[in-house]
């Protein structure tokens, strides 16, 4: 995965309309209109929000007689996800030697806490 397309996907998911319309594509296929629904905004508005997912691959647009309802496409996100598994990973490791330290600390003290 390049680095473009993780920051695409990044920045697709800093504003929190567009992380609420991937969370209701999560449900299912929807149009712009239904997508539009919860928001006090503007159809361009919405559109423009669904253009930014689009370009990250976040979301797909296909084609139902005269309607083009939008489902998610989850490799984006995946792929995101994976990225960051590798720092909770690291996150995990050093709380858990983090742990180990203290708990080496505490049995050397006897225990009681912090000495005054």
């Not at 919405?46 to 976040?58: N, R």
């Amino acid at each position: 995965m390049s680095v473009d397309r993780l920051s695409n996907t990044f920045a697709a998911l800093a504003d929190p309309t567009r992380r609420a319309i991937l969370a209701r594509l999560a449900l299912g296929e929807a149009t712009v209109t239904e997508l539009a629904e919860p928001f006090e905004m503007s159809l361009p508005a919405i559109s423009k929000h669904l253009k930014v997912l689009e370009q990250a691959g976040m979301i797909a647009q296909s084609r139902e007689k005269q309607w083009r309802p939008r489902r998610l496409e989850p490799q984006a996100l995946k792929e995101a996800a994976d990225w960051l598994d590798y720092y909770r990973q690291f996150w995990d490791q050093s709380f858990d030697r983090l742990d180990a330290y203290l708990k080496m600390l505490q049995a050397k003290g006897g225990g009681d806490g912090p000495q005054s």
